[in-house]
């Protein structure tokens, strides 16, 4: 069995390949993956938020399924439905995309808060619910949802529940000139995702998401996490801050932060790392602060210059 932190590199390394000029954000989505958690990605048309999905799923050997919403999508066209059969006369149950290890749920926001909803259950509990009969989702299991900001016509807002769900929000961005030059050498002919190969599996997978949850956090590091959650909440630009859950998304988010480093333990850095990621999405500005111009990452960036940084220690204890 290979080491945890090879495993979690080889991904990262294999959907570089693909998604060119963006290490930051590709590390983003695999600590998604490693933590149980969710990804929102959210930015223009034509950035790479699908292949980002494709190449991840390409890169586990995981089923991956693409769903794509639109105002007339049902909640069963997401969590399936059960069929009469005639020659059994029993009704049988035929999945939907949501049963699938990796789901694209592309342009999320498009969908009726009904059709979203029926993520929901998906993404916290993992398990579906169809004519009363519950259903676990296979494992590992990861929602990667995008939405695109510049149409808002025929949109429906994620609301802050759903926003909640989301462990990391990721933006990709527009390449830097040279990255796009590259990305247009290696189209000429064939995507570079035809020949991306698989470099791990689902059970190696499972065993790198054990292992995050072994890293070991200091009582210190636990403090800073929720001082900095507490910060949000009482800032003077916030309406809403972060919820425990975006407490627990730091706390997880910086032990897999650690597992790329190669320890054992988490440091202040890595919660630092992650916190515009895991924090941004939860945090809801008041209307003083929408007219002034500030955002969420002025906020989250006052909160990290705010709370003071502990000593970090090692698992032994020592400095």
Sequence with gaps: MREPREIAT?????????????PQEVQLSVIGLLCQGHILIEDVPGVGKTMLARSIARSTGCTFKRIQFTPDT???????????NQRTSDFEFRPGPIMSQIVLAD???????????????AMEERQVTV?????????????MATENPVEYEGTFPLPEAQLDRFLLRVHLGYPAHGDEVTIIEQQQR???????????????????????????VDSLVKHYVVALAESTREHEAVHLGASPRGSLALFRAGQARALLDGRDFALPDDVKEIAYAALRHRILLNAAARVKGITTWDVVSDCLDRVPIPSARSRSGSR
């Design 10 to 22: 080889g991904i990262i390394a294999n959907v570089e390949t693909v998604i060119v000029g963006k």
């Design 74 to 84: 049902l909640p069963s066209d997401i969590t399936g439905v059960s069929i009469y």
């Design 107 to 121: 342009e999320i926001n498009r969908a009726t808060p009904k059709t979203q909803s029926a993520l929901l259950e």
């Design 131 to 143: 004519d009363g009969v519950t259903r676990p989702v296979p494992q590992p299991f990861l929602v």
């Design 190 to 216: 064939a995507h570079p995702i035809t020949a991306l190969e698989q470099v791990t599996d689902a059970d190696e997978i499972t065993t790198v998401q054990d292992a995050v949850k072994e890293i070991y």
